[in-house]
């Protein structure tokens, strides 16, 4: 044989239940988010969130990323099924795809809340209390607050409560919103626009719905953006095509989110105001760029490897900062600390990476069989 053969490995894309390809860049893009979140967790303890000291200001933001990503997605994958799939299918298969996850960040929390060595008496609650957590937050229901995690709905993983509102959002678009044309999306458009603004004005940030004490801002958070990804996927191919790519997009994203705190001026939260023009113009724009976007050959690989770990991450990572929260309390050297951090994140990651490998993949597979 003559010449010089070359096998070239090509990456193709995941794919859906249904077979149809991922989004590549939307992928990466999920993922990036959830490093965003989990960089301003890890900074933002030692520093108790001190805004005046914080890096990665508008991180909670990607929260409301994340909700204009899911509507886009349940759009693309779901909305041409139903001829041939009721709304107990399309339950079963969202189940299959959150909840395992979702569990086992319930589990983690349970146990380090249980037996976190650096806690003392911060979490001495009644036994019977973390367990009815418990039982509650493997079902995403909220639960009454413990000791040492303030007024969280979901106290012994807090990013959970994401997943309840995911959940909510996944129901309102299997009862009602899939049977809506995209010209009566626009007036629920409208008025999520309208509550962001509002909100951001009154109260100067759109970080809520975490708590029992904010729990309302939960669904004015979820509204517009979920709704704005469901009707960007379905007017897509009518909006401007442009093609940004994944690492672009990435530092749109980081620098948005990098801004200070904007401070209050002539009797107006502009800090509010700007984080509600994040989410009402600057995410949707991210978002049709990014799915008009090919992520190429030297990206898409990175792309699926962020896609795959944005979840696991997302949910896994808390609770172990929880240990690091406690551990912050017993005043460690600056030194110290950033070499924890740094360990840390690295330590999260390979977490993520296994929960993934070895419990997302094979349950989901084991239920897809059975169901």
Not at 284 to 310: E, F, Q, V, Y
Request: net charge positive; with cysteine.
């Amino acid at each position: 044989m003559t010449g010089d053969l070359r096998a070239e490995t090509i990456v193709h894309p995941d794919a859906t239940a249904a077979g149809k390809p991922h989004f590549e860049v939307l992928d990466g893009l999920r993922g990036s988010a959830a490093l965003l979140v989990v960089l301003f967790h890890i900074q933002g303890i030692p520093i108790e969130f001190d805004g005046s000291k914080v890096i990665l200001h508008h991180a909670p933001l990607a929260v409301d990323f994340f909700f204009a990503l899911s509507g886009f997605v349940v759009g693309y994958a779901y909305d041409d099924r139903w001829i041939r799939m009721s709304v107990t299918q399309f339950v079963k298969i969202r189940l299959i795809r959150l909840h395992p996850l979702l569990v086992l960040g319930a589990l983690l929390g349970f146990a380090s809340y249980l037996l976190d060595p650096f806690a003392g008496s911060r979490q001495a609650a009644p036994l019977g209390s973390v367990l009815s957590a418990l039982a509650l937050m493997v079902l995403s229901l909220p639960a009454r607050p413990l000791p040492n995690r303030w007024d969280d709905t979901h106290p012994l993983n807090g990013p959970e409560w994401t997943l309840f509102w995911e959940y909510v959002g996944n129901l309102a678009y299997a009862l009602v919103l899939r049977r809506l044309t995209t010209t009566w999306l626009l007036p629920i458009m409208a008025a999520g626009a309208i509550a962001l603004f509002w909100t951001g004005a009154a109260r100067g940030s759109l970080d809520g719905g975490w708590g029992w004490s904010n729990l309302w801002m939960a669904l004015v958070r979820l509204t517009y953006p979920f709704v704005t990804g469901l009707f960007l996927y379905r007017v897509r191919h009518h909006l401007p095509k442009i093609r940004l790519g994944f690492l672009p997009l990435t530092l749109i994203l980081t620098i948005a989110i990098l801004l200070p705190i904007w401070p209050e001026a002539a009797g107006v939260r502009w800090n509010g105001l700007y984080e509600a023009a994040l989410v009402i113009l600057l995410f949707p724009a991210i978002i049709i760029a990014g799915a008009h976007s090919d992520a190429g050959r030297g990206m898409i690989g990175i792309c699926k490897i962020s896609g795959r770990l944005s979840f696991p991450l997302y949910i896994t990572h808390y609770p172990f900062l929880y240990i690091y929260m406690n551990w912050i309390f017993t005043r460690p050297s600056l030194g110290m600390i950033l070499i924890v951090a740094a360990a840390a994140l690295l330590f999260v990651l390979a977490f993520a990476w296994a929960a993934f490998e070895f419990w997302d993949k094979p349950i989901r597979a084991r239920l897809k069989r059975a169901l």
